[in-house]
């Protein structure tokens, strides 16, 4: 599994899909049956069966081979605004609450924020990555709810991500999937008063 | 520091007010300095300069001695009602928002998130202790903001601590207390809109 001479790439550029997949499987594996801590590259490269250069050669880090797992996880597809917010608002409480409770999620985002907490650059990297296209996303849904006069037109769109994102993280980090859809119903209302209601000029 | 024989006291008990603030003390600076994995029984014996055995009569395990470290920092105490329910959610964003801001609580809340995963009773007896009576003061506080008229009658109060909570957290982990004010701000408006809101019948 090592590189013939004269085909190192550098690092972040795809190498091999099918080892990558290998790899990005067996990451998702070992947080959700050993938890973060032992999620390391070499415990990665023995379940996947490669050297741990092979690893390297893709992912700089633990921490950017396991951004990688998670971010691939199916559950993050953004859903289709159905025309009524209620629902809408409903349907990506149910989203961010299952990306964030799912096992490898779960097991992975504490150690995460951990390593963040010690390296800013990352976390900016993230957000470029996951959370500014969101936040467009939903940007936009807010404006076709304000089009049809279910929004107000200068809602507060920001504060409805992160009050979304905030609580549908930590929910699912202390309770999981327990409960989740009275929960959700809970919150997408409370979005909704949040949307529905002009910004406050403070 | 061992214990004179027929001294010996049951867990969770305190034993000296003054060693149990040493070692509260050391476990602070601990987290702070070195991190929550650093942060062992061990190595707080060593700081605090005591036996580990002292340490384990009073808590029964690193995470125990963590919550009550962190639970003893002083931003915890609730903000007096002022009248004015804006001003009040305000004041109550800041408080969440600086007490997951501290330094041993931004070090520490990703590894008690993570031991959390594994072990619901302790995030249970957690929630007895810290969240449910915090949940029943801003209760009040909106009860009071119902009688003058500054929130719905049948506002939903338990959204706006999830919200409040979820975010303030959540926010602190990722930028401590890089641009609060704005933030805080952003959120308390939003949190006023929901307690303005009449709670949606879905």
Known sequence: MSAPPGTRLGPGRPRDPQLDAQVLGATLELLVGEGYQATTIAAVARRAGVVTTSIYRRWPSK?????DA???????EHPIPSGDLRADLLAWTRLFLAASAHPAARSAIPGLLSEYHDDHDSYRRLLDRGELPTREVLRELLAGAVAD?????DCDGDAVFELLRGATLFRALTHGTDGAEDFCRQIADALLAVAATPAARS
């Open 70 to 76: 998670i971010f691939g996880l199916e559950a993050f």
């Open 63 to 67: 921490r950017a081979l396991v951004e």
């Open 149 to 153: 006069g279910q929004a107000a037109p």
